[in-house]
Each structure stands twice: as structure tokens, then as C-alpha cells.
């Protein structure tokens, strides 16, 4: 067997990829090319072959942390896991072992196999759409009060939901997305997060944005990226206002990603991964009807592990975040993005 750290994954590998089953959208060439344009991370990957064929690839990022220790990560900002794509036959036991040639890894996903050991700092909620006969009963498994009535209410008032479909439209995004960031006391993602996933994955049909407007006025929005059968719930955010939060924008929206994601025939709504310290997120995913499921991450070797999201220090840092001058933290706030993921 011939194992290799490719510092630059040709287009024949991309190809090569994309027939194993484990494939997803993480381990394609225009999401690595926007993990590179917007954060200036190489994606190098892990690759064994024999007798010429493809038979192990494992993509991954080198970057520091917060503990200034380098990290190899499968990969960041990856919502519902990657790992490994490999031949059906593969002894992963052995590789990783035996045969892997980097000292340390971090994949966020469950991955089984000699030498390696997990944590579950996610939990992740999947909303099966192919246990549901039609739309209707779809929506009457949302919970009554919060989201049925929700939805309701926007109709009523006159909320329309739109899809966006120019970089205009991901840049308005990303106004929202930064207040949302700002509400929560969140780094915010870099200015041009938005557009560059936009630029990436525009030849393609994977990468769905619906904003919510209110009086002619763009209030809300959710991106949602649609991989083979499964619509991934990827980023959401809206303005700032509890008027707008009262009339159900938030609902609604999501609403039209879900029957947009019926009506191209997606088995699994995947609601993204929250961190098991977020409870009330999690209690609100759940109430759009979803099972939710633990997400480990898989270490080769003991390391740190995750983020302790709920040290001080970072409770601390989010705090600041809420209350400094919003240049300030459009400015430094994408920095500590980068350390801390």
C-alpha cells in the first residue's frame, strides 16, 4: 500500500472521491476551496492507494489554537461530520495504528478503529422527511405554540420568503448573520464568509439561501446546503429586532428550506450540530419535530480535545463581544474565529 500527504489534492482525486459512499459535500474541491479563500487554510489530505486505485482519503487542515498547539482537523465548519472515505474492504484498525502518517488528528465524526478514541461535544437532530406521508404532516409535528402558530402568524402579516440567488444577496446575509453573531456574543464569521461560499458553489445546484422580507425589508435568512438526499440546515440569522422575532420570521423561513427540501425529494433534514452546553438550542431544534442523535469527534492518540465552551475565559470573551463598538469586532472578532474552531 502507498500512503502519501497530498499538500495539493488533484482534480482526478476530487473525481476519484466522489463515487465512495462515505462522500459528502465536505470532501469536495469547491468546499475546500472555500475553507482556503476565506480563511487561508490548505486542505491537504491523507490518501493511500494499491495497485493504483484509490483506497483511503482523509482531507484536513493545519492550524493553532487558543492552547498554541498545532491541530491537524477534519475539517472545520463541517455540520453534519466528515470523515474517511475508503474502499469497503479497508482494515481501518491497521491503518491508523499502524500505518497513518500524521501524530495527531482531529475528525469530527465517528470514526471506529484501533488507536482512536471519541468524545461527544455535539449533539446533532435530523428531521426524517421520508417518514412523513405528505407536507401537511409534516408541519403538524412541529411543535403547536412555537412554530405552527409562528409560521401562521407570518403568513398572516404578510412575510414572503424568497430564495437569493446573487452575491448581493449573500452579502445582506452576512449583515444579519453579524448581528445575530453580535446578539449571541459569538466571533463573528469574516466579511466576505458569505460571498465566498457563494462564489464557490455557484456552477453547482448544493447551496440554498431563503431570506425572509417583511415590508420590502430583508429580516431573516437561512443557508442550507442539499448533499445527495440529505438538505444540511448550515447557517442562520436574522436582524436584531423583537418585533420582527415576534412575527415569526425565523419560522417561516425555515419552513420554506424544509418544503423546498420535500419538494426536490431530500430523505433528512439535518439541523446541524449544537454543542451539548446549548440547551435551549437544542430544545428549539427539537421542536421542528427532529431526533436528536450524539455527534463524537474521533482523536487519534489522547489530545486536548474540544473547546471547553464553558470555561470563564470564554464566557468572558463572549460577554466583551455584546457590548464593544461593532467596528471593533468586525475587525479582531474573525481572528479569534480562527483560533478557537
Not at 12 to 30: G, L, M, N, S, W
Not at 267 to 288: A, C, I, N, Q, R
Request: aromatic fraction near 14%; charge should be positive; charged fraction near 20%.
Amino acid at each position: 500500500m502507498d500512503v502519501n500527504i497530498l499538500d495539493t489534492i488533484p482534480h482526478d482525486v476530487y473525481r476519484e472521491i466522489a463515487v465512495f459512499p462515505q462522500a459528502t459535500i465536505y470532501h469536495t474541491k469547491e468546499w475546500h476551496q472555500f475553507l482556503t479563500t476565506t480563511f487561508g487554510w490548505k486542505v491537504r489530505a491523507v490518501c493511500a492507494s494499491q495497485s493504483g486505485k484509490l483506497v483511503f482519503f482523509l482531507p484536513f487542515i493545519t492550524k493553532y489554537r487558543l492552547d498554541l498547539k498545532k491541530h491537524h482537523i477534519c475539517l472545520p465548519f463541517c455540520h453534519s461530520g466528515i470523515g474517511p472515505v475508503y474502499a469497503e474492504d479497508f482494515d481501518l484498525d491497521t491503518f491508523f495504528q499502524d500505518v497513518f502518517p500524521l501524530p495527531q488528528i482531529e475528525i469530527h465524526q465517528s470514526v471506529e478503529g484501533a488507536g482512536l478514541y471519541q468524545t461527544i461535544p455535539n449533539t446533532i437532530v435530523f428531521l426524517h422527511l421520508h417518514s412523513f406521508k405528505n407536507l401537511e404532516h409534516v408541519f403538524h409535528h412541529f411543535h403547536e405554540a412555537s412554530i405552527q402558530r409562528k409560521i401562521k402568524k407570518a403568513q398572516r402579516h404578510g412575510v414572503l420568503v424568497k430564495q437569493g440567488w446573487s452575491a448581493h444577496d449573500f452579502a445582506l446575509f452576512a449583515e444579519m448573520a453579524f448581528e445575530t453573531s453580535r446578539k449571541h456574543g459569538s466571533p463573528s464569521y469574516p466579511q466576505t464568509f458569505f460571498t465566498n461560499l457563494h462564489a464557490c458553489f455557484q456552477q453547482t445546484d448544493a447551496l440554498k439561501l431563503y431570506v425572509a422580507y417583511y415590508e420590502n425589508k430583508p429580516v431573516a435568512g437561512v443557508i442550507f446546503l442539499h448533499d445527495q438526499n440529505v438538505a444540511i440546515y448550515a447557517y442562520g440569522a436574522s436582524l436584531n429586532n423583537p418585533d420582527y422575532f415576534r412575527l415569526g420570521v425565523n419560522q417561516i423561513v425555515m419552513w420554506e428550506a424544509i418544503k423546498d427540501a420535500w419538494e426536490q425529494q431530500r430523505d433528512t433534514v439535518d439541523f446541524g450540530t449544537t454543542p451539548v452546553s446549548f440547551e435551549k438550542l437544542l430544545h428549539y431544534k427539537l421542536k421542528w419535530g427532529g431526533q436528536a442523535y450524539p455527534l463524537p469527534y474521533t482523536y487519534l492518540h489522547k489530545t486536548t480535545g474540544p473547546l471547553d465552551r464553558d470555561r470563564k475565559s470564554i464566557q468572558l470573551a463572549s460577554k466583551i463581544l455584546q457590548t464593544i463598538p461593532a467596528y471593533w469586532v468586525k475587525r479582531f472578532s474573525p481572528s479569534l474565529l480562527k483560533w478557537v474552531i
